[in-house]
């Protein structure tokens, strides 16, 4: 059983700054995808940043230069830096991992609890 557990949310000031974490735990192929989504109220869930485990990126354009997302393969740990943040950051956050057994195999898709991120004033 695979299993996420979030931290690092909470109140922050525009332009200021936070780091989540989301650590995983459980057997994990070694194909995979860590990533973040973020889910506002009334909003659809959009992916945010996803690294694979070879280390490339993505970013939606949102967030692009503000957002950094890293991962720590020894300890199945996935990082979300986010600076310069803005009153629509403000979200739920969630940590996702995609992981499969080798190419062209089916994808397993895991999610973590979720953690508020809340940006205002």
């Known amino acids: 059983q695979v299993q996420l557990v979030e931290s690092g949310g909470g109140l922050v000031q525009p332009g200021g700054s936070l780091r989540l974490s989301c650590a995983a735990s459980g057997s994990i192929f070694s194909i995979n995808t860590l990533g973040w989504y973020r889910q506002a109220p009334g909003k659809q869930r959009e992916l945010v940043a996803s690294i694979t485990s070879g280390g490339s990126t993505t970013y939606v354009d949102s967030v692009k230069g503000r957002f950094t997302i890293s991962r720590a393969n020894a300890k199945n740990t996935v990082y979300l830096h986010m600076n310069n943040l803005k009153p629509e950051d403000t979200a739920v956050y969630y940590c996702?991992?995609?992981?499969?057994?080798?190419?062209?195999?089916?994808?397993?898709?895991?999610w973590g609890q979720g953690t508020q991120v809340t940006v205002s004033s």
């Open positions: 996702n991992l995609e992981d499969r057994p080798g190419t062209g195999w089916g994808a397993r898709d895991y």
